[in-house]
C-alpha cells in the first residue's frame, strides 16, 4: 500500500518536473540547443564534466564553440534544464550581442552569477545600478591615461627583474609550466601599479613574519578554490589539511590587504594616483553617503586583485604558447618588434602604438582563449531578438521578462561568419583594417566593459615585446612525448579548464636567449 503510494508519488512529480520543463522550453518557442537535467551554473553544475543531457560540463563554451550554433542553424540558442528549472538564451551573433551590451537597462548585468566573487563583501564586479556607478565612478580615474605610463614602467621594471635577477641571465631557462611565470609578473604589476605594493622575482617567496603563508600563495589559495570554500558550510574547514590550508589562504589574504590599506593610510605619499589612493580617498574625503565602508574597500581591493591579474596572465600563458607552437609567427614578430625598436632596447611607452603586431598577437590570442567565455545578462522586460538563421531567414525570439541572456565568447570567436579558419592562429587578421570589432568581444563590451582593458593591453604589450626581443620561445622536448605529431602536441600544451575563467593546463616551455 505505502509502495504503491510512494511509487504513486514519484510518477506524480515526474510527470510534473516533464511539464514544467517542457513549459519552459516553450517560453522559447522551443529554441533548439541545450537540454540538460542540471545547469551548467548551478552548484553542483560547476563542478560536473560534461555528461550528455545531465549536465553541459565547467567549460561548456570554450569546449563546444560556435559547434552548438551551427548545429542549430542559428546563431541564438536555447539552455532548458530541469534543475533548477529555467530556459536561458545564448547569444554568438555580433549584431545581437551589440544590441544587448549597448541596452544596460534593457538587458542588465546578471549579478547573481557572480555570487562568488562577493566573498570580501560588495564590489564592482558583483554589483549593478546605483551602487556600481558608485564604485565606477570611484575607480575610473585610476585607469586614466596618467596611470598608463605607470603601468608601462611598472611593467617594464618587472620585465628586467625577471631577466636579470629571476632568470640570472642564463642562456637557457627551462619552466614546466609557463603560467607560474605570467601568474606572478601579472601580480607584480597589479600589486605595483595599482597598489603601490613592490614584489620582486627573487624575494616575494618568503612568508614574512607575522604571517603563515606568502601574499602570493594566498592570493593563488583563494582564486584556485573560492568555489569550494563558498560552498561548503564553516565547520568543515578544520577537518582536512587541504581545507584548513584554503581558510588559512582566505584570513591571510584580508590581512594581507589590510596592511596594504594602512600601509597607505599611514604614508606621507598621498601624491600618488593610483587604485588604492582612489579608494580610500572615498573613504576619507566627501564622507556621507558616497564614501566606501572597510569592507567594500576591502571587498575592490580583492577584486581588482584578482581580476587584475589572472585573466591577463592566462592569456599571456597561451600567448607564449601559441608562439612557441607557431616559430615562423614567433620569427614575424620578432621582426616586426627589430623594426621598430632598432637597436636592442626597452620599447617606451610612446612606442606602444607602433607595435601592432604584439597587438594583434594579443588579439589573436584573446580570440581564441577569452578568459571570460559566458558573460550573464538579464532581461529585465519581455522583448525579442531578432536574428538570421542558416537558410538566410529572420528568426524572432521571444524573450520573456526575467530571461537570462548569456553572451557565448567562444561561439562569436570562432564564428565562420566573421572569422575565416577560425581554429587557425593567424594575428595577421587583426592587422587588416576590415576585421569586424563587434565579433570581438574579449572585454565585454557597453558600459559594463572591462575597466582594466587599458591596463591588461599595456602589461601584455610590454611581456609580449620584451619577451619575444631578448628570447626565443620553443614547447620543452620532454622524451616522453618524442613520438607526438605537432597537432597532438599543440592539443596537450594548450589544454585548457575552466576555474574562474579559462586557464592552462600545463605549458612547458623553454626560452633561449637570443645574442
Ligand atoms: C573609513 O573611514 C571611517 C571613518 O572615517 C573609518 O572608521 C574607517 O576605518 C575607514 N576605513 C578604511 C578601510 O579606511
Ligand atoms: C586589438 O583589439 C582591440 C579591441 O580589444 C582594438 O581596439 C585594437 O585596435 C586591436 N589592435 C590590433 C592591432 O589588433
Redesign the pocket.
Known amino acids: 500500500m505505502w509502495h504503491t503510494l510512494l511509487s504513486l508519488l514519484a510518477v506524480v512529480y515526474a510527470i510534473r518536473w516533464i511539464v514544467n520543463f517542457r513549459q519552459a522550453a516553450r517560453s522559447l518557442s522551443n529554441l533548439p540547443g541545450y537540454r540538460t537535467l542540471l545547469h551548467s551554473e548551478s552548484n553542483l553544475g560547476n563542478f560536473l564534466p560534461k555528461i550528455r543531457g545531465i549536465v553541459p560540463g565547467t567549460n561548456f563554451p570554450f569546449i563546444d564553440k560556435h559547434s552548438v550554433f551551427a548545429w542549430a542553424g542559428c546563431d541564438i540558442v536555447g539552455h532548458v534544464s530541469m534543475f533548477p528549472c529555467k530556459a536561458d538564451i545564448v547569444v554568438a551573433d555580433a549584431a545581437v550581442i551589440k544590441e544587448i551590451t549597448t541596452s544596460r537597462s534593457r538587458f542588465p548585468k546578471e549579478v547573481t552569477q557572480y555570487g562568488t566573487f562577493s566573498f570580501f563583501g560588495p564590489n564592482i564586479l558583483a554589483s549593478e545600478g546605483e551602487i556600481w556607478k558608485r564604485y565606477r565612478k570611484i575607480s575610473a580615474p585610476s585607469f586614466s591615461e596618467r596611470n598608463s605610463r605607470l603601468v608601462w614602467d611598472e611593467a617594464v621594471s618587472i620585465m628586467n627583474d625577471l631577466f636579470n635577477s629571476g632568470w640570472e641571465n642564463k642562456k637557457e631557462i627551462s619552466v614546466d609550466n609557463c603560467l607560474d611565470i605570467t601568474l606572478s609578473f601579472s601580480l607584480y604589476v597589479i600589486s605595483a601599479a595599482g597598489f603601490g605594493h613592490k614584489m620582486t622575482w627573487k624575494e616575494n617567496k618568503a612568508i614574512p613574519p607575522g604571517h603563515l603563508m606568502s601574499f602570493e600563495t594566498s592570493l593563488y589559495t583563494v582564486s584556485t578554490y573560492v568555489l569550494q570554500r563558498l560552498l561548503l558550510p564553516d565547520w568543515t574547514v578544520g577537518l582536512t589539511k587541504k581545507t584548513s590550508q584554503i581558510d588559512l589562504g582566505f584570513k591571510e589574504l584580508r590581512s594581507y590587504m589590510i596592511e596594504m590599506i594602512e600601509a597607505r593610510k599611514n604614508s606621507e605619499e598621498v601624491k600618488r594616483h593610483d587604485l588604492l589612493s582612489n579608494l580610500l580617498l572615498a573613504n576619507a574625503s566627501d564622507g556621507e553617503s558616497e564614501g566606501l565602508n572597510a569592507d567594500e574597500i576591502i571587498s575592490n581591493v580583492f577584486i581588482f586583485l584578482l581580476a587584475g591579474h589572472e585573466t591577463t596572465a592566462h592569456t599571456l600563458c597561451y600567448t607564449f604558447a601559441l608562439l612557441a607552437l607557431h616559430p615562423d609567427e614567433q620569427e614575424k614578430l620578432y621582426q616586426h618588434i627589430k623594426s621598430v625598436l632598432k637597436d636592442p632596447r626597452v620599447p617606451t611607452y610612446d612606442e606602444m602604438s607602433l607595435l601592432?603586431r604584439s597587438?594583434?598577437v594579443f588579439?589573436e590570442t584573446l580570440r581564441m582563449y577569452s578568459p571570460a567565455t559566458l558573460i550573464p545578462k538579464c532581461s529585465a522586460e519581455d522583448t525579442t531578438l531578432t536574428v538570421p538563421n542558416a537558410k538566410g531567414e529572420t528568426v524572432v525570439i521571444p524573450v520573456p521578462k526575467g530571461t537570462n541572456v548569456f553572451l557565448h565568447i567562444p561561439g562569436l570567436h570562432y564564428n565562420p561568419k566573421y572569422w575565416k579558419d577560425p581554429f587557425s592562429f593567424y594575428p595577421d587578421r587583426?592587422?587588416q583594417p576590415n576585421w569586424n570589432k563587434d565579433a570581438?568581444l574579449?572585454?565585454s563590451a557597453g558600459a559594463r566593459g572591462c575597466l582594466g582593458?587599458k591596463f591588461a593591453e599595456i602589461e601584455a604589450m610590454v611581456a609580449i615585446t620584451m619577451l619575444v626581443s631578448q628570447y626565443k620561445i620553443a614547447v620543452q622536448e620532454e622524451p616522453r612525448f618524442a613520438g607526438e605529431t605537432w597537432e597532438q602536441k599543440k592539443e596537450r600544451v594548450l589544454k585548457a579548464t575552466r576555474v574562474l575563467t579559462l586557464t592552462p593546463v600545463k605549458v612547458p616551455l623553454v626560452f633561449t636567449r637570443r645574442s
Open positions: 601592432t597587438m594583434a588579439n587583426f592587422m570581438f574579449p572585454f582593458r
